[in-house]
């Protein structure tokens, strides 16, 4: 999974490099020459969109989602790795949720024809990218239990940060 993550790594990066040059081209054609770069905010919003569901499948892919470790220290080894084995699939259900209704959304929105003001992008096509991005973070969060679970229990005392 490593090539995979930095794939999704290596697109993030570019995503955020694509809004920053966005964002800088806007502002000088509006500083100095009174021009700002039509559809600079929807380019920026889509973009942001797209870099965070992206970002779903990296953090889970690296471990470096928000946990609270009140009582770890006091689980035995056992019970801690199958702790995180069902963490894993309660977030993958959760994330596949998510995707099922942003499914829907975009569905709904490309029946209404909906484009963004400016660029003209129908806004059904950006749902159902994120929606995609949900499902591959769902299969993410399954890989991730499968790890877990085969991973030996000597191994599980770094459950942080394992990295891409």
Known sequence: MKPVGRAFAALSGAAILFMMAVTSLDVIGRFFFNAPLTGAFEMTEITMALVIFAGLSLAALAR???TVNLFESRIPERVRRWQLVAGNVVCAAVVAVMAWRILERGNALLASR????????MRGHIAWAMATLCVVAA????????RDARRPLDALGDTQGSGL
Do not use: R, S
Not at 114 to 121: F, H, K, P, S
């Open 114 to 121: 909906e484009t963004t003001l400016v660029l003209g992008v």
């Open 139 to 146: 299969l993410v969060f399954l890989y991730c239990a499968w």
């Open 64 to 66: 470096e989602h928000i």
